[in-house]
């Protein structure tokens, strides 16, 4: 059992950066592939990026690419989320996820999930 725990949300104005934080415990964190998703108030939770276990490779949602980077830190046992130019349409909950193996976007094949944060962005 994968327990996670966000950090680093928070208020922030319009083209500013903020950088999350999610720390896993209780397996083995190299042998998952990370997610990081956000669902916004009455919003479907939505993919916004993915990392191989090694970190090697990277996939990210169109609306977020080029503004955030996805990171891990497997003797850590961290996953960071590095989000600049923030706009206010990036205002959600944001999860962090993990899953056995292959990096995917779909959040029904993400075995466990952390509590999540909020991120603010003011206009």
């Known amino acids: 059992q994968v327990q996670l725990v966000e950090s680093g949300g928070g208020l922030v104005q319009a083209g500013g950066s903020l950088r999350l934080s999610c720390a896993a415990s209780g397996g083995t964190f190299s042998t998952y592939a990370m997610g990081w998703f956000r669902q916004a108030p009455g919003k479907e939770r939505e993919f916004v990026a993915a990392?191989?276990?090694?970190?090697?490779?990277?996939i990210y949602a169109d609306s977020v690419k080029g503004r955030f980077t996805i990171s891990r830190d497997n003797a850590k046992n961290t996953v960071y989320l590095q989000m600049n130019s923030l706009k206010p349409e990036d205002t959600a909950v944001y999860y962090c996820a993990a899953r056995r193996i292959t990096i995917n976007q779909a959040a029904a094949n993400y075995e466990y999930w952390g509590q999540g944060t909020q991120v603010t962005v003011s206009s």
């Open positions: 990392i191989t276990r090694s970190g090697g490779t990277t």
